[in-house]
């Protein structure tokens, strides 16, 4: 056996990039929401590992047999779900870089490639977003790739908690308070349990319509003062750019304003939009990113490179690493010690870690800063073109203005059999309007799903049930919106001529 032969390397390598080149050249026939049922896989693949080794024709071909039907395809240019996770020719190959040379590049002496490079596509990328100086490393700042952002959120929780408790003393856990909205993705809420944050002192604040679903500085400080009346202490704020459900744009600098008053940390997670601000026109979005303590977008959302890919860049890397860092014997280097080099373990929160600046370092050479700036541009302005359709039909509505690349619509009350001027007209009133309003979107998202033409998700925001058509995927085009449009439009119009009563009960 030799499990790293090059002359197979080579013959495999081949076939499995034919295999994938061929995939993508017919990603558009299959259903994009995989239709399996659930165990659909037990029942077709042995229950136990094969006791002699098998060729990789074979494997491929059960790949194709029976891993395909239960792939949600996210390349598709028909998938427009959730955030698109999108990817390119020069990230994968990335990826196979990063994996065939498999190095750990837990501390610089382990691989000092790997974390130069990560130094200097962070720097790059830092510059291409027009960061403040303090984030980048001439002005003592630094990047680092985590993950995804729940780590991100994990590893800056966790130094904004220790900076404090170091003043304090432990015991002072319990009254550690943090902040965010209603809109704040769960992955915030996850990371405050995980650092010990007691879940009383978890604050998701109400956002309303009237902000358009952005935090309100008025009411972060009003629950800070509640906090710190009630003998508390606000420790933490995550500000989102680009919300997970529709976007939504928390003002950064008032909210920075009022969050420095406590010396909170302040954390700006732009999981999504993050990407666009490489362009000049959509930088707006992050002003007042300078009053925050750190930052983090995930390239592997909207910037060509597959999962995982999170950038985060703080103002003072040192807060991290006297949080995660350790210091055993086995590990003890000169590098280390000369303290002129990183060690990238201290920043996160497993000891090893890939050479994912490999795939962006591909990601920015292949493509230039110009044509990662058409990317997003061109995605949002098919999210336009497909938003003018929605506007252009009276039977829909855009239910939030958009932002980037995300349109949040809906059948409209007025559009649904029984209701006019969005009042309808039976007893129940008009809680029962919205609940059939949301109901009857929520068929014609499922009628949509379950035809596989193209696959999209929803949310619900102030009580609203909304249907995402999230523009991402990498090979999208203007045909795929307009085409995803028309059968928006053909499931609505069966939909809504069914007669009053099936359509309430259906
Ligand atoms: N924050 C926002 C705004 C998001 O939209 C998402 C995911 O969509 C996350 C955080 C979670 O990101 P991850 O899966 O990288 O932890």
Not at 418 to 438: I, P, R, T
Request: net charge neutral.
């Amino acid at each position: 056996m030799n499990p790293l032969d090059p002359g197979e390397f080579r013959r495999q390598g081949h076939m499995v990039v034919d295999f994938l080149a061929k995939y993508y050249e017919n990603i558009e026939k299959y259903p994009v929401l995989s239709q399996v049922e659930p165990g659909y896989l037990s029942k077709r693949l042995p229950s136990s590992a094969p006791q002699d080794e098998e060729p990789m024709e074979a494997i491929l071909d059960d790949v194709h047999q029976h891993i395909f039907p239960g792939l949600t395809h996210w390349q598709s240019p028909n998938f427009f779900a959730y955030y698109q996770t999108n990817t390119s020719t020069a990230a994968i190959l990335g990826e196979m870089l990063c994996a065939g040379f498999n190095v750990a590049g837990f501390k610089w002496v382990s691989s000092p490639a790997a974390t130069e490079l990560e130094s200097l596509v962070m720097d790059w990328l830092g510059k291409m977003l027009d960061l403040p100086r303090p984030f980048l490393p001439f002005g003592n700042g630094g990047g680092v790739i985590e993950g995804n952002t729940s780590e991100a959120i994990i590893c800056t929780l966790t130094a904004a908690r220790d900076r404090v408790l170091r003043k304090l003393g432990h015991n002072s856990i319990a009254k550690l308070v943090v902040y965010g909205s209603d809109q704040t993705n769960c992955s915030f809420q996850k990371a405050a349990r995980v650092v010990g944050i007691d879940p009383r002192n978890f604050r998701a604040l109400k956002t309303t319509r009237s902000t358009l679903f952005g935090l309100s500085p008025d009411s972060l400080e009003k629950a800070i003062h509640l906090d710190i009346n009630a003998g508390l202490i606000p420790l933490y704020l995550c500000a989102t750019v680009g919300t997970t459900s529709c976007a939504a744009v928390d003002p950064l600098e008032p909210l920075c304003k009022v969050a420095s008053k406590f010396s909170m940390w302040i954390h700006v997670d732009a999981a999504y939009a993050g990407a666009s601000c490489i362009c000049p026109e959509y930088r707006k979005f992050i002003n007042g990113v300078e009053f925050a303590d750190s930052f983090s977008f995930n390239a592997h959302k909207w910037f060509l490179t597959p999962l995982d890919c999170c950038c985060l860049w703080l103002k003072d890397p040192n807060a991290l690493v006297k949080s995660l860092s350790t210091d055993p014997e086995y590990l003890k280097n000169e590098a280390t010690e000369s303290k002129q080099v990183i060690d990238y373990a201290d920043w996160q929160l497993s000891l090893s870690r890939r050479f994912r600046a490999l795939k962006l370092w591909l990601v920015l050479r292949s493509h230039g800063v110009q044509n990662l700036r058409s990317h997003i541009r061109n995605h949002c302005r098919l999210a336009k073109l497909f938003e003018e359709l929605v506007e252009e039909d009276p039977q829909f509505e855009v239910v939030f203005p958009r932002n980037f690349a995300l349109v949040c619509f809906r059948i409209r009350p007025s559009g649904v059999a029984g209701m006019s001027n969005g009042h309808v007209e039976n007893e129940h009133g008009e809680a029962w309007k919205l609940n059939e309003v949301n109901r009857l979107n929520a068929q014609l998202l499922h009628a949509i799903n379950a035809s596989g033409r193209f696959f999209m998700s929803h949310t619900t925001v102030g009580g609203v049930y909304v249907l995402r058509f999230a523009v991402g995927a990498t090979l999208v085009t203007e045909k795929h919106v307009i085409m995803a449009w028309k059968v928006v439009q053909e499931h609505a119009n069966s939909l809504l001529s069914m007669p009053a009563s099936e359509q309430h009960s259906a």
